[in-house]
């Protein structure tokens, strides 16, 4: 299956690859149990695609999967095709029969609707719409999650600091490949990013809050909150937290998986 060139969205033809030209990332990893991830994907809209292509969590020693806990802020700059914009991503990791070890996107909700209706068309992204309130990017992260709307009254904390971290000199080669779900077909997507004014904190930076109200307003958010709770994220000490404050990408075209 040859990948397109473009594809219309909301009225706007965007041509591959995609660029993303400025960004603030800030993330954490951890590990979680692989039963537990099992079942959240079972219970998401990708799970029977993701089924047919044979997608597994990794299990390391102990059943535990790598779990990452994200938050990018799109500048409003030219260049940025999608927009400014903020997502908070919750993502996994998967082996699929013939191509190895790949992440999943779970979750990934944002605060515009542009960018919500182009990551669902282009690439599969799960993508949905939330409130973001709060500090983003850079050494120290805080932000909170919540139901359209809420203005930050309640929903899912997600705290990042590397200010104390070991600084990543120079500029990082990073590459991204994800198993996805678009058109009812599992697909590949791959970006290659450069990354700068990079930190890294091993073993600790990360903490992850159920705030008031994310259970009781909103089924994105309340599924997100419960999603963290299973995993038992908001209980866990991070592997690492990294930040970066200089983020560029180019996203590929979906390749079709099998």
């Known amino acids: 299956m040859s990948s397109p060139t473009s594809r219309v969205v909301a009225g706007r033809e965007i041509t591959f690859p ?13 590990l979680t149990r692989a039963a537990v991830v099992r079942r959240l994907i079972a219970a998401g ?16 020693p102990g059943g535990r999967t790598p779990a990452i806990m994200i938050h990018v802020r799109y500048h409003d700059v030219p260049g940025n095709v999608l927009g400014a914009y903020h997502e908070m991503g919750l993502a996994f990791q998967l082996k699929v029969p013939g191509h190895g070890t790949l992440v999943h996107i779970h ?14 068309e282009l690439w599969g992204f799960p993508k949905w719409k939330g409130d973001m309130v709060g500090t983003a990017g850079g050494a120290l992260d805080d932000a909170r999650l919540g139901a359209v709307g809420s203005a930050g009254a309640g929903g899912v904390d997600l705290r990042l600091d590397t200010r104390v971290g070991v600084p990543i000199p120079g500029s990082q080669s990073l590459a991204m490949n994800c198993v996805q779900v678009l058109d009812g077909q599992p697909v590949r997507v791959t970006a290659e990013a450069t ?18 109200g994310a259970d ?21 000490r991070a592997l690492a937290t990294f930040s970066y404050d200089r983020f560029e990408a180019e996203f590929q075209a979906p390749e079709r998986i099998g």
Not at 18 to 30: E, I, K, L, R
Not at 107 to 120: C, H, I, K, R, S
Not at 198 to 207: C, I, K, Q
């Open 18 to 30: 995609v660029p993303v030209v400025s960004a603030s990332v800030s993330g954490a990893a951890f």
């Open 45 to 60: 809209r990708q799970s029977a695609v993701l089924d047919t292509a044979g997608a597994e969590p990794v299990a390391l």
């Open 107 to 120: 979750e990934l909700p944002v605060d515009q609707d542009f960018t919500l209706a182009a990551g669902n």
């Open 195 to 212: 990354a700068r004014g990079g930190r890294m904190r091993p073993l600790s930076g990360a903490r992850v809050t159920i705030a008031t």
């Open 216 to 236: 009781d307003s909103d089924a994105d958010v309340a599924r997100f909150a419960e999603a963290v709770r299973e995993l038992g994220l908001d209980r866990a």
